[in-house]
């Protein structure tokens, strides 16, 4: 009879640490997916606002403007527009973040481009200080962003990762997410 009670016993606690612990992978699992759904938010703004700046005429806001500057930016912008949407689906998928980061790194270099073949004349320069301001504020917001998502994801990794808990992560097929790669900073001015 006592054998029975400690079997009881010890079964009762291994099932409260089981439901403990899924229910802590669970719940930081659900807060790597709200801080990429920040950073979604963060990186949507950034592709509105250059469709918003192309669609405006961009030959009116750049004077001289190739196309082929338009077309980068918005080729672009359409990168990172698909990459976002596939990452979406599945937040934590570490090849969908690793294609996220690049394009995201790939629109980075497009808005350098524009800033470096921004040439300064008597005139004044070609883009709108507001447009780099504003790029800028967008650009700290999405490095922000991408910072959170990364802690969470290390927060979540490092639990899949502990004994005992990583024999409840393969049970229930919880896998290895991966960071969002470092942004870099905006070279624009100071926001």
């Known amino acids: 009879m006592p054998s029975t009670l400690v079997s009881s016993i010890a079964g009762a606690v291994l099932l409260f640490w089981g439901v403990g612990a899924y229910n802590r992978l669970v719940r930081l699992r659900g ?6 759904a920040e950073l ?3 990186l949507q703004r950034q592709v509105e606002l250059v469709d918003a700046v192309v669609g405006e005429e961009p030959e009116s806001i750049f004077e001289g403007a190739q196309s082929s500057f338009w077309g980068g930016l918005q080729g672009a912008a359409a990168q990172l527009r698909a990459s976002l949407a596939a990452a979406r689906q599945r937040p934590l998928d ?5 294609a996220l980061g690049s394009a995201q790194k790939v629109l980075v270099v497009a808005w350098e481009r524009a800033e470096r073949d921004d040439a300064h004349d008597l005139a004044g320069a070609r883009l709108p200080e507001t447009l780099t301001g504003q790029r800028a504020q ?3 917001n999405c490095i ?7 802690r969470a994801v290390d927060s979540y990794n490092e639990a899949i990762a502990q004994f005992p808990a ?3 992560a393969a049970l229930f097929g919880f896998r290895p997410a991966r960071r969002m790669p470092p942004m870099p900073a905006p070279k624009g001015p100071a926001v």
């Open 138 to 140: 967008l650009t700290s």
């Open 31 to 36: 807060e790597a997916n709200t801080a990429f």
């Open 166 to 168: 990583v024999l409840l």
């Open 144 to 150: 922000a962003g991408a910072e959170r998502f990364s």
């Open 94 to 98: 570490p090849e969908r973040i690793a």
């Open 40 to 42: 979604d938010g963060h």
